[in-house]
Every structure is written in C-alpha cells, then in structure tokens.
C-alpha cells in the first residue's frame, strides 16, 4: 500500500505546484534605456537669447531620466552624457556621435531617445529687416511714342523693421528608410532641419554589405513600426498640453546619425524652437520643462504598456501552441 500511496502523492504534488513552479515570469520587452541629450561640450548646438541647446537639453534628459526611474525601477536608465562635455569626452563631433551610437548598441539598448531643440530664422529671437512703410503718390511725365503722357508713380518711404523669430512647435524624427512602403505617407518632411546630431563625414551603412542589408530588414520590419509608434504618443501628448505639433518626421537627404547607428527603437525629440523667445522662456521654466518631461513619460509609459501587452499575448500562443 506505501509503494503505491507515496508515487500518487508524489504525482498529485507535482500537479498542484505545476502552475506555480511552471509559471513564466513577467516578460520586459523594455530592459536598458539610453538617453541621450543633444550636444554638449565644445558643441553648444543651436544658441537661443538666454540659453544654448546643449544646456536646455540636458536639463530635460536629466529630469525625464529622474522621472522615469522613481515609476519604473526596474528600467536600467544610461546616459550618453550628464554634464557639459561632448560625449565620451570626444575632442570632436565626429567622434562623439560615433561614441552615442556604440555606447548605445555596447550596453544593449532597448530604447534611444535623443533630446534636442530645434532652431529655425535668421537669430533667435528675431532681426531687422529693410521693408517698405510708406508711400507717397506723385505725377511724372512719360514719353509714348511720339506723345507725352501723365503717369501717378510713388516714391517709397524704407524703414529697418523688427521681425520676430516666430517658428514654434515641436517634432519627433525617426529614421529615415527612404519612400518605399505605406508608412512613410504618415511622415512629412521638415523645413526646419535645427541642430541636430548628423554629419557628411560619418559613413551611412553600406545597404550592399549582407550583414548590414540584414540589419536595416530589421530596422524596417521591427524598429522602425516601433520608433513610429513612440513618436506618434510623444508628439500626441505635446498636441494635447496645447503645443504646436509639427508631427513625426525623417529627414531623407542627410539622415540623423544617432537614429540610423544604434540598432534599437530610435527616436529623436525637437522640444522646441530655441530660436522663438517665448518658447525659450517656456523650456527654461521650471513649469515648462516639468510638462515636457510628463508629455515625453506619458509617451513612454503607453509605449511601454504595448511592448509588455504583445509580448505576454506572444508568450501565450507559444504556451497554448506547446500542448
């Protein structure tokens, strides 16, 4: 009788335990986040009235970065940088870019976010312009053939006019894979290029290397629906605290090195026009950077929802496919 209690004990336990020891552990498609704040160092990036670029957008990363470890712990956050130095201490932009990129890939980066400003006129704030402010009418004689007649001319009054830098908004780029699918129709190209991270020197993925051309099919099927969708909750969180949104972006002719190189969801945040006094004033203020910050977590947070919704609803198939 012990010989067969003890085996039927033994199988009614393993059967009881089974969904605890055999339960799958909370997946985390999002593990390594890399912020990245545009600039920095001997690159002060574009130059408002009050304040440079490099400086507004590491206040912001810094911040973003605070924020999203205090809700998310579990989210190992890296900097590319977290003073006023070119990342890596680079003695160039060449290099520092390159440094963003391969810090990025080497600490196996699930998400690249790339703060900046954008920039846009002749100078910020605004500038002087010679234009027309008057005009007088007078009469002068003018020969028609063998006639003369009486013609109303004008004589214009000129006057150096102030123009204020009025480009406001912001805009999300992600990397440009070029026109060759539906998904590029939701993308409009910028006027406003700003300052961002790209250069003519550094050398863009060869697409006829057979490593790289299976890279960029990745990029095309998987980072890029990916950095998409992130754009797309980041600029509808700016649209809803009422700032301007100028939409998600590529730009086509250089391409953003930081978004091409690292081989992760990559997106590249313009926060706004330094160049627009009122929004310089905007993001220097403490209310104003603590919005940008909650707009760009909010973003993150649905994003992040969505990553660990797929992959639980992926794991359950597989599950419901092995018996």
């Known amino acids: 009788m012990k010989k067969i209690l003890i085996p039927f004990c033994s199988l009614c336990l393993s059967f009881i335990c089974l969904p605890v020891f055999g339960q799958q552990p909370k997946l985390k498609p ?30 912001i990363s810094l911040k973003l970065g605070d924020t999203i470890a205090k809700a998310f712990p579990d989210i190992k956050i890296l900097y590319t940088r977290t003073t006023d130095i070119l990342p890596g201490n680079s003695t160039n932009l060449d290099a520092s870019l390159k440094y ?28 002087y312009e010679r ?22 001319a004008y004589k214009y009054e000129y006057d150096n006019v102030w123009v204020d830098n009025k480009a406001k908004g912001t805009e999300t780029y992600i990397w440009a894979i070029g026109k060759n699918d539906a998904k590029i129709n939701s993308v409009a190209k910028n006027d406003f ?5 790209s250069t003519s020197t550094l050398e863009l993925p060869d697409p006829t290397d057979p490593a790289e051309k299976v890279r960029m099919l990745i990029y095309t099927q998987n980072f890029f629906r990916k950095s998409l969708q992130l754009a797309d909750y980041v600029q509808e969180e700016f649209k809803d605290a009422g700032r301007v949104n100028r939409g998600v972006k590529q730009r086509n002719d250089k391409g953003i090195w930081v978004l091409q190189a690292t081989a992760m969801p990559s997106i590249l945040i313009e926060i706004g026009f330094i160049s627009n006094n009122e929004e310089q004033t905007y993001m220097l203020s403490p209310e104003g950077q603590k919005e940008i910050v909650a707009n760009i977590f909010a973003a993150l947070k649905k994003y992040k929802e969505k990553l660990e919704e797929k992959a639980a609803k992926s794991s359950d198939d597989k599950e419901k496919k092995s018996f």
Request: with cysteine.
């Open 193 to 197: 290029s700003g300052e961002m991270d």
């Open 100 to 127: 963003r990129a391969n810090f990025a890939n080497e600490n196996n980066g699930d998400l690249f976010i790339s703060v900046h400003c954008n920039s846009a006129g002749k100078t910020p704030g605004g500038w």
């Open 30 to 59: 999002l593990r390594t986040l890399i912020i990245d704040p545009g600039h920095g160092g001997q690159d002060p990036g574009a130059k408002g009235t009050l304040e440079s670029e490099a400086n507004v957008s590491l206040a």
């Open 131 to 152: 234009r027309v402010v008057g005009k007088t009418p007078y009469t002068k004689t003018v020969k028609k053939g063998k006639k003369t007649v009486k013609q109303t």
